[in-house]
């Protein structure tokens, strides 16, 4: 059994420290191409994940100077122990970076994790790209990249009520569906005799009153027209890692209920590639990665203040929140905030 430190081996450094630190640590693994970021964590400062292929991976980067007595990495630390339990990561290391008095900086243990973390991120990045290079993708889209375009849309009269002579004319286009699509007729039951059970049993609920809903429409080089529900936070947060996203999805929030899986979004090469399902077919789409970033910022912070000045009732985003607008609305910020501040080396 490895042994354990009981304490934060790092605890005694300031905070510039260890910050410095972690910044050689994070720029000695950029040549992985994985985007390694500093953990928020109450018993230590000196820890680094990644999220990637719906698994977590951990790095504890101790830190010392000229007084250290021992070579190698050190013992495991116990909160990064810990802590990968409760994460069930998928890998824990320890690394070193020595800061000398003279300004040498030294990497320890990081040529015998570089391999294994190489391996990760061209294996991730081919599952994501389907076994093909950014380069060769925009190779296909005839090296021009896609343009996308997001734009706020604001819908006054959504979840408007409708007048019985609206309802009585849904109501009988319902019945008229095919039979796989009328799970709620009843056997025998006639057209009319459905229509009245359907109106009351609308009228035995209060109606909500009117509300406006603001949404956001994608719209890109190739992108067919869509009505499905664009997930704002997963948007923003696609701007970052490489991962699968729900950004194009039904209005509960699942990609597998509008039938489009998770969209791989892959950032390689200053190219961002889209792979996504739409009506049974697989496709991909090239960005400009500075282009599809700042759009989607640019965008989502436009319709945020457009938002502001409407009445509190008003939803944010397509995807139904229970917890009501305002929390709706905090969600999305909070993504947006962290994609923003997303350091990729």
């Not at 320890?108 to 380069?135: E, H, Q, S, V």
């Not at 990249?145 to 006054?156: D, G, H, K, S």
């Not at 229970?322 to 962290?338: I, S, T």
Request: proline residues 6%; charged residues 25%.
């Amino acid at each position: 059994m490895t042994k354990q430190q009981t304490y934060d081996p790092n605890s005694h450094l300031a905070p510039e420290i260890i910050e410095r630190g972690l910044s050689e640590a994070r720029q000695a693994l950029a040549v992985t191409g994985l985007p390694w970021q500093p953990a928020t964590h109450p018993s230590s400062r000196s820890l680094l994940w990644l999220y990637q292929g719906w698994d977590w991976h951990l790095i504890y980067v101790r830190i010392t100077t000229d007084d250290a007595t021992f070579t190698g990495v050190g013992e495991k630390p116990r909160v990064l122990a810990e802590l990968s339990r409760e994460m069930h990561s998928r890998l824990d290391a320890v690394v070193r970076v020595h800061l000398g008095a003279d300004g040498e900086v030294q990497h320890i243990g990081f040529p015998n994790l570089m391999p294994k973390l190489l391996y990760m991120a061209r294996d991730w990045n081919r599952r994501m790209l389907d076994g093909k290079t950014a380069l060769e993708h925009l190779k296909l889209a005839g090296d021009k990249p896609a343009i996308l375009t997001v734009r706020p849309v604001y819908n006054p009269d959504w979840h408007k009520p409708k007048t019985d002579e609206e309802l009585i004319t849904s109501f009988r286009a319902e019945y008229r569906q095919p039979p796989t699509e009328m799970p709620d007729v009843r056997e025998g039951e006639s057209e009319d005799a459905f229509v009245n059970r359907r109106l009351a049993g609308f009228r035995a609920y209060p109606e909500r009153p009117a509300h406006g809903h603001f949404v956001l429409k994608l719209a890109a080089d190739g992108l067919p027209e869509s009505d499905l529900s664009v997930n704002i936070a997963a948007l923003a947060a696609s701007t970052t890692w490489n991962d699968s996203y729900d950004i194009l999805t039904c209005s509960c929030g699942s990609s597998g209920c509008a039938g489009t899986g998770g969209m791989p979004v892959t950032h390689e090469s200053r190219l961002t590639v889209w792979w996504l399902s739409l009506e049974g077919t697989r496709r991909f789409l090239v960005f400009d990665r500075q282009q599809y970033r700042t759009e989607v910022f640019t965008k989502i912070r436009e319709a945020l203040r457009f938002h502001a000045t409407l009445p509190p009732e008003v939803r944010f985003g397509d995807i139904m929140f229970n917890e009501g607008p305002a929390a709706q609305r905090e969600w999305v910020e909070a993504a947006l905030v962290e994609a923003e501040n997303f350091e990729r080396w």
